[in-house]
């Protein structure tokens, strides 16, 4: 190329040293010129989210401070609800418990119904009925938390109570099912229900995208092999999607644990009880529905106290998702990255 | 082990859309058949047909017939998982499943079929088959590692592997070797000489010399232009399509004047 830019004359060294570099740093300069603002948009993006999380996290560690170091006397004196000689751990833990539970019941319900739905739309519905219901499913997605909450109150928890009444008298004996079952059906079976129905959507969604994108591939190399569709769907289908489907019950879960109003309306509270008792009345709270009830008539240290158990939440749902982040790295190697 | 295939009268579509027009054949049991021609002619689509992988594309369809031993596969009674179960595939890129760990590749197959085998007979099995696909000796002491950090050409060897471990009665293979290194590419025709014994093989190839090389029966696709459909040229003894083919086409096609 360099030589053929003049050919009479022979070159002499230095000529290429000098116009090589200089054509190639007119093509470099553009090129880098993208790539930087590229980068620093990219690297903007990932900075500004560090840093929100860190001011989340420092804002609710300011302000959870005072309770954290308060004395359990001054704690109950701010806080209605805390009794006289209730450490802040024990006031929280029971809220945590709660929280928890409720939002891995719903989840534990919500999995298998969506993964089914969403098998079904990928590879087993006609196009046409897979669009349509995907559409609906997409829907429930759209309906407000508030109208969740009437629903469960006014509708799924008479319509549950009998059943719930069932299993108390035939299963008993299982720990979730012990107690007095509660006459009014507003409990926190009921509640993961109603959680379940609101985390579906999202799992649906994004467990069909994750199998529809299964390579073609790999499901005709089952096919091949004489598989039949359900087969094709557990060693193609399944293995590939893993890490995505457990990235879609982690969005679930964390749309779970903040929920506030569904279970605010319908749970009747119980509080400074651990209790797996979930078809009994006032045995459990979550930590949001807490913080939502109380935080109109909190004043001084009875905020810092909200906010502490709002710190909580954080950290659980960061726990929730370094866990699951965890547990899809552990495998990566028979992963369908490669 | 080995079983012969009559294809009669076969018309294949993409919905309306008729890719390969009118293909009759035999294949004999323990030979090597060789599938030619341009691109676009229809060789993997009719290969499909063979073992019913075609109809699995929405959409498609089929006319006309393909026998094993007598017995038509898109008889109304005949179910296509058990056919793809006699008649195995090998792809043109090696799709090992990435999930599994090399034995299991091997095993897959098996383990749809007949849940139910001893340790000891599936130890048997893996070593067996991974010497039929000349890949033991490279593998053996990584059984459990994943199939996908294997090199390509061992890839497509595993899923041979794989494929010959359900002992069908034919295997299909389009262009197995075209992802391939030359060495790799020996490998596995070296391979198919082997397997030749114990299968039917049909291979569908770009590389004239390859077909020249592992196979004893060459047929030669050709197309009439874009939107015509496929249609099968001529079939002949291997040696005689590359010597002295009865279609001027042919001849031309095998010589390099077109394609
Ligand atoms: N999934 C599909 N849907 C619709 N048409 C298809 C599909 N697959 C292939 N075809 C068409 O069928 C015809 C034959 O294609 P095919 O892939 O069988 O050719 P081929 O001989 O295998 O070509 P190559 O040598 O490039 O692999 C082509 O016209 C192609 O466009
Ligand atoms: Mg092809």
Known sequence: ??????????????????????????????????????????????AFILATLAAVALFLLI???????????????????????TSLLEFVGPLIFGTLLAALLALALAMPVAMGIGLFISHYAPPRLAQVLGYLVDLLAAIPSVVYGLW???????????????????LGWFPLFAGQVSATGKVLATVSVVLAVMILPI?????????????????????ALGATRWEVIRVAVLPFGRSGVMSAAMLGLGRALGETMAVLMIISPGFLVYSLEILAAARHNTIAAFIALDFAEASGLGVNALIATGLALFLITMAVNMTARAIVARRKDFSGAN | MAQRIDVNDMNIYYGDFL????????ID???????????????????????????????????????????DLYGDDIDPVAVRRNIGMVFQRPNPFPTMSIRDNVLAGVKLNNRKMSKPDQDDLVESSLRGANLWNEVKDRLEKPGSGLSGGQQQ?????????VKPQVVLMDEPCSALDPISTLAIEDLIQELKKDFTIVIVTHNMQQAARVSDRTAFFNIAGTGKPGRLIEMNDTATIFSSPAVKATEDYVSGRFG
Do not use: Y
């Open chain 2, 29 to 71: 049991p323990k030979s090597v058949t060789a599938f030619i021609g341009p691109s676009g002619c229809g060789k993997t689509t009719f290969l499909r047909t063979l073992n019913r992988m075609h109809e699995v594309t929405p959409g498609a369809r089929v006319e006309g017939s393909v026998e094993l031993e007598g017995v």
């Open chain 1, 63 to 85: 302000r959870a401070w005072p309770a954290l170091t308060a004395s359990e006397d001054e704690l109950s004196d701010a806080v209605g609800r805390i009794p006289e000689g």
């Open chain 2, 19 to 26: 890719a390969v027009e009118g293909v009759s054949m035999t």
């Open chain 1, 152 to 170: 469960g109150f006014l509708v799924l928890a008479p319509v549950l109570k009998p059943f719930w009444f069932w299993l108390g008298e035939n």
């Open chain 2, 157 to 165: 060897r595993l899923c041979i592997a794989r494929t010959i471990a």
């Open chain 1, 203 to 223: 799992i649906t969604a994004v467990s069909r995208e994750v199998f529809l994108q299964t390579p073609k591939l790999h499901e005709e190399a089952a096919l």
């Open chain 1, 1 to 46: 190329m360099t030589t053929t830019d003049s050919p009479q004359r022979p070159a002499r060294p230095g000529d290429h040293a000098e116009r090589a570099p200089a054509r190639r740093r007119r093509r470099g300069t553009t090129e880098r010129g993208f790539n930087r603002v590229f980068r620093w948009i990219a690297t903007g993006a990932g």
